[in-house]
């Protein structure tokens, strides 16, 4: 993943998105359009902050879960299905604009970034300190934008 800050990875964002409404970022294996993916970005990181709809059992949280964010902490990589919705969250829009979209993943990132209390425990991984959501957060969108670092 390298050192790519989360704050850095949006920043490109608009940057690129402020040259080409239509960036080539997705991830090969995308299984939705690119203003989809920012929408499903921007909700799981808006979720740490105000609380995730659902959560694994505890016990899993306790296990898989702890032991899935621990390797990807290490590895500085994620892996995860890109299809993979956020278990009640709002369904993603198809039609909404790439701008749109954008605007609503940079406004979660500056949520995120300002927020000074204890995060909302993640559905999978549990309790997350900030600086581990936002080495999470910034892993999650370069394996769904891959094209933020590598163009």
């Known amino acids: 993943m390298g050192n790519h800050s989360l704050e850095d990875?949006?920043?490109r964002l608009r940057a690129k998105t402020a040259i080409d409404p239509?960036?080539?970022l997705l991830a090969a294996n995308s299984v939705w359009n690119l203003s989809q993916t920012l929408q499903h970005c921007?909700?799981?990181i808006g979720y740490s902050v105000?609380?995730?709809p659902k959560l694994k059992p505890r016990p899993y949280r306790a296990t898989v879960g702890a032991l899935a964010k621990r390797i990807f902490l290490r590895s500085g990589a994620m892996r995860h299905p890109l299809g993979a919705e956020i278990e009640g969250a709002p369904p993603l829009d198809p039609g909404l604009a790439v701008a749109e979209a954008v605007t609503l993943l940079s406004d979660a990132v500056r949520r995120f970034s300002s927020f000074q209390a204890n995060h909302a425990p993640h559905p999978a991984y549990g309790?997350?300190?900030?600086q581990e959501y936002a080495?999470?957060?910034a892993m999650h969108l370069v394996e769904h934008l891959p094209?933020?670092?590598t163009s």
């Not at 309790?127 to 900030?130: D, E, I």
Request: include cysteine; charged fraction near 5%.
């Open 127 to 130: 309790t997350c300190t900030h």
């Open 50 to 52: 105000t609380g995730y």
């Open 135 to 137: 080495a999470l957060h």
């Open 22 to 24: 239509l960036p080539d």
């Open 9 to 11: 990875l949006a920043g």
């Open 42 to 44: 921007a909700q799981t």
């Open 147 to 149: 094209g933020l670092v």
